[in-house]
């Protein structure tokens, strides 16, 4: 079993930088993933960001390289999305989510998903 709590979501203006925090726990192996998905209103969950337990791999959507980058706190099993350079077509609910599997990007490949945390970038 693991658990994930979203937390750091807010509302900000275009432009603007925000960082998304996941706490983690439960029983975590170097080559689990956790990743970052939203879904806007009236839109299918989609893939943001993915980096494996021991961070070392990170893999990204291609309408945030350059502007998001995931990161892992390995004393507070934490992973981070940082969020720079923010558009209204951001907006969304931010998931957490956990798998099994060495870095995937389907949403069916996750076992756990986190409560959400709502970003909504105003322009």
């Known amino acids: 079993q693991v658990q994930l709590v979203e937390s750091g979501g807010g509302l900000v203006q275009a432009g603007d930088s925000l960082r998304l925090a996941c706490a983690a726990s439960?029983?975590?192996?170097?080559?689990?993933?956790v990743g970052w998905f939203r879904q806007a209103p009236g839109k299918e969950r989609e893939f943001v960001a993915a980096i494996n337990w021991n961070g070392v791999s990170t893999y990204y959507t291609n309408s945030v390289k350059g502007r998001f980058t995931i990161s892992k706190d390995n004393a507070k099993n934490a992973v981070y999305l940082e969020m720079n350079s923010l558009k209204p077509e951001d907006t969304a609910v931010y998931y957490c989510a956990f798998a099994y599997a060495l870095m995937p990007n389907e949403n069916s490949r996750y076992n756990y998903w986190g409560q959400g945390t709502q970003v909504t970038v105003s322009s």
């Open positions: 439960g029983r975590l192996f170097a080559s689990n993933t």
